[in-house]
């Protein structure tokens, strides 16, 4: 008796225009019954493309194993191209039919199959994949055309529900077998509202956070406070300071609809306007090159604090001696998080340094004289015209590549990369000072009838660095010894700390 196994296999292009697994897979069954073969295996390959050269099919992979274990006779499908979309992984498979028990492949669409044993079947199996590789081609220009033409008039691509759009809403699901809690089988409801119509309150979630975002107030506190709220993602998941940089920088939450990097204005509702936008991407750029690389997790000074020996930024670890742990900052002596090693040789205890710091930066920030002169760095009339110049330089820089791409007359390359460089000079310097000013927003999430001892307490790491940076240039730990005392307490002197003040 014969063995044989069906395969079935659906992409994502696929769908609406094959049918699904599960009718494959009975097609595969009733047609081996049918033949009086043995079924020994199924294979099932859900929403994986067969062209893409990126793409893991584990089933396709496991039935090409049961090949050479030679556990099978015959591949059965509903036409050819459920197997392979390219003619090098078909080839592949016609090649163990040489040297395994394996010979035919027969499909369940009227045309029979192939006859791998004998040089007319694998002619035509061979013709077959060169068809399927053909339309596959020829597919996947009809889809790129259809998004082109989508995306010039800014209409919804598809995809997973975004955050603050609606997604698919069917009706309650007809299949009485059906147990499937997402079940997709219902008939959708808002069928010209999926990607377009807004969900109010999420939408209100996304205005706040932006808000947020541009008063300072870093992704990581955002999030957490989303978690504290019982703020849940489109999936379902708590936010983290992940998703709320992706939904930030998403376009589509201002009314515009990427294409190839290529912003167009789109159908659906804005839900901040597209000036807001763009400032708000140009503050959180500077901030993040304002920043040190490393990401503060449970210490207030890391990179802010710097070693006196080789001005190396120090990073916050847990020092262990004798089984006990103690907090500290110490220099780094390999290049894991900065560019150039530290020496290695300088470490504080991290509580009385963060004591001295928080309690300096507190009666600085009481300063009148200090408050004076930090009011003129959250001037948004300027800030606005800085926002201003850097979208010019932007409009100018692209004028530049279209005159090169196109042979303007007279520009050389030499002329083209001085003014390039000349505009990336500006920009950069530009945006050094939106960053200084992005800084001195941190004042302005202080209540004004608030106690700023008060608010330090409560506050979390985040804006409490904000703070810190807002006056502190670095924090200079100087090399010194430290003595040990009584009951193995060591004493912290403040002499070897020196603080670099930006005002």
């Known amino acids: 008796m014969l063995r044989a196994a069906p395969y079935a296999r659906i992409s994502r292009e696929d769908l609406g225009n094959v049918d699904n697994t599960d009718i494959q897979v009975e097609e595969g069954l009733d047609y081996i019954v049918h033949e009086g073969w043995q079924h020994v295996d199924t294979f099932i390959d859900n929403n994986v493309s067969a062209y893409s050269e990126q793409a893991h099919r584990p089933d396709y992979e496991r039935l090409l194993a049961s090949i050479r274990a030679n556990k099978l006779d015959i591949i059965v499908v509903t036409e050819h191209s459920r197997l392979n979309r390219r003619l090098w992984n078909s080839i592949g498979l016609f090649q163990l039919a040489e040297t395994t028990d394996f010979k035919w492949i027969k499909t369940t669409d009227g045309q029979g199959g192939f006859n791998l044993s004998t040089p007319e079947g694998r002619d035509n199996a061979i013709n077959a994949a060169m068809e399927a590789e053909k339309e596959s081609r020829r597919l996947g220009e009809r889809q790129r055309r259809k998004k082109r033409k989508q995306a010039a008039d800014g209409k919804y691509n598809g995809g997973p529900r975004a955050f603050g759009f609606e997604g698919a809403i069917r009706a309650e699901c007809q299949v009485k077998s059906c147990t499937d809690e997402k079940c997709k089988h219902g008939m959708i409801l808002n069928k010209g509202h999926i990607g377009v119509a807004l969900v109010e309150s999420e939408a209100a979630i996304i205005r706040e956070i932006a808000q947020r975002s541009y008063d300072?107030?870093?992704?990581?506190?955002?999030?957490?406070?989303?978690?504290?709220r019982a703020v849940k993602t489109v999936t379902g998941l708590d936010f983290n300071p992940s998703t709320v940089a992706h939904l930030l920088e998403n376009a589509k939450i201002c009314g515009m609809r990427t294409h190839h990097g290529v912003l167009t204005e789109a159908v659906w509702p804005v839900i901040i306007p597209y000036k807001l936008w763009e400032e708000l991407q140009l503050r959180r750029r500077a901030r993040r090159s304002s920043q040190t690389k490393v990401q503060a997790r449970s210490y207030l000074l890391t990179g802010i604090a710097t070693c006196g020996n080789c001005d190396t930024p120090m990073l916050g670890r847990n020092w262990q001696r004798?089984?006990?742990?103690?907090?500290?900052?110490?220099?780094?002596?390999?290049?894991?998080?900065?560019?150039?090693?530290?020496?290695?040789?300088?470490?504080?205890?991290?509580?009385?340094?963060d004591i001295l710091v928080s309690e300096a930066v507190l009666r600085a920030l009481t300063s009148p004289k200090l408050l004076v002169a930090l009011s003129t760095q959250t001037?948004?009339?300027?800030?606005?015209?800085?926002?201003?110049?850097?979208?010019?330089?932007?409009?100018?820089?692209?004028?530049?590549?279209?005159?090169?791409?196109?042979?303007?007359?007279?520009?050389?390359?030499?002329?083209?990369?001085?003014?390039?460089?000349?505009?990336?000079?500006?920009?950069?310097?530009?945006?050094?000072?939106?960053?200084?000013?992005?800084?001195?927003?941190?004042?302005?999430?202080?209540?004004?009838?608030?106690?700023?001892?008060?608010?330090?307490?409560?506050?979390?790491?985040?804006?409490?660095?904000?703070?810190?940076?807002?006056?502190?240039?670095?924090?200079?730990?100087?090399?010194?010894?430290?003595?040990?005392?009584?009951?193995?307490?060591?004493?912290?002197?403040?002499?070897?700390?020196?603080?670099?003040?930006?005002?």
């Open 322 to 353: 004798d089984g006990a742990v103690t907090p500290k900052y110490i220099c780094p002596k390999d290049e894991l998080y900065y560019r150039r090693a530290g020496c290695g040789k300088v470490h504080r205890s991290a509580e009385p340094l």
């Open 216 to 228: 300072g107030e870093s992704d990581r506190s955002i999030a957490a406070d989303l978690q504290r």
């Open 379 to 503: 001037n948004d009339s300027e800030l606005r015209a800085l926002v201003d110049e850097e979208i010019a330089d932007k409009a100018q820089l692209k004028e530049l590549k279209v005159a090169w791409a196109n042979r303007v007359r007279g520009l050389t390359l030499q002329d083209m990369l001085s003014m390039k460089a000349m505009i990336e000079d500006n920009m950069e310097a530009r945006r050094r000072k939106i960053a200084t000013m992005q800084s001195g927003r941190a004042l302005g999430r202080i209540p004004l009838d608030a106690d700023l001892r008060e608010v330090w307490k409560t506050a979390d790491l985040d804006f409490r660095r904000d703070l810190i940076r807002l006056v502190v240039e670095k924090v200079v730990v100087l090399p010194g010894r430290t003595y040990q005392l009584w009951r193995g307490k060591y004493r912290f002197d403040p002499s070897l700390v020196q603080i670099h003040w930006k005002v």
